[in-house]
């Protein structure tokens, strides 16, 4: 989208080990250090009452972000996606598309059906190419693929992308070659920091939750950063 500025990702050191607290409401342990939490969505999670969501509270835990499937591979659109996108902008709740990546399918076709089914406005979070399957794809053709999609995906919103993906995938495909991208990394159920060396911008850190407003399981994550580093994030 024209006009929109590349935004510069500061990213605060929480070198803590990460101290978890049962929240019941929300029916999972959570990692208290951080003070920005959110949860992604799909057509899994089927109606979702996004009032619900935006306005739960368990003591001084909110949800603060949500990320969206949007796309999947050459033509697949979310069967939810144009209906959650809408109503979580009328919450006022950030939100963020994310494409779920096919690696064995070319990035540039599979960035142009993100880019014909996304419109991101000021407040959004950057586009997200969610990468965790090779698909038989060798990991010289998944770098090249990853990397037309990321730089297709740039050239387009003027922002930088964020990469989802879990640690193993990461260590095994994407190496050093994409860490200067931010990483949305996931790791479940571990009571540290997640594995890996080098930095993370958001942590997927259980699969389990539960929210207002949803029926069925919800995956939590984490910022790695304070309310200053989210608002510099987020589409201008």
């Given at each position: ?28 342990s ?25 306005s ?86 998944i ?6 999609w ?60 539960r ?26």
């Amino acid at each position: 989208m024209a006009g929109i500025a590349s935004a510069t990702y500061y990213i605060s050191a929480y070198l803590e080990r990460p101290k978890f607290v049962r929240y019941p409401a929300f029916g999972i342990s959570m990692p208290v250090n951080f003070a920005i939490h959110g949860i992604d969505v799909s057509r899994y999670q089927d109606n979702i009452d996004w009032k619900a969501v935006s306005s739960m509270q368990d003591k001084e835990v909110k949800i603060g972000f949500a990320f969206i499937k949007a796309t999947e591979g050459l033509d697949r659109v979310d069967g939810r996606f144009r209906q959650n996108w809408f109503k979580a902008k009328q919450t006022s709740l950030p939100r963020g598309a994310y494409h779920f990546f096919i690696s064995s399918k070319s990035g540039k076709a599979q960035a142009e059906n993100f880019i014909e089914t996304v419109a991101l406005k000021k407040g959004d979070l950057p586009p997200v190419l969610d990468i965790e399957t090779a698909n038989g794809a060798s990991v010289s053709d998944i770098q090249q693929r990853a990397k037309d999609w990321l730089e297709r995906i740039e050239s387009h919103y003027k922002i930088r992308p964020i990469i989802y993906t879990n640690v193993d995938f990461y260590k095994n495909f994407l190496k050093e070659k994409f860490d200067d991208y931010p990483l949305w990394v996931a790791h479940y159920y571990v009571k540290d920091k997640p594995a890996i060396n080098r930095n993370w911008t958001f942590w997927q850190h259980n699969e389990k939750g539960r929210v207002n407003g949803v029926d069925a399981y919800v995956d939590f994550n984490v910022f790695n950063g304070d309310s200053t580093d989210f608002r510099r994030m987020l589409l201008q």
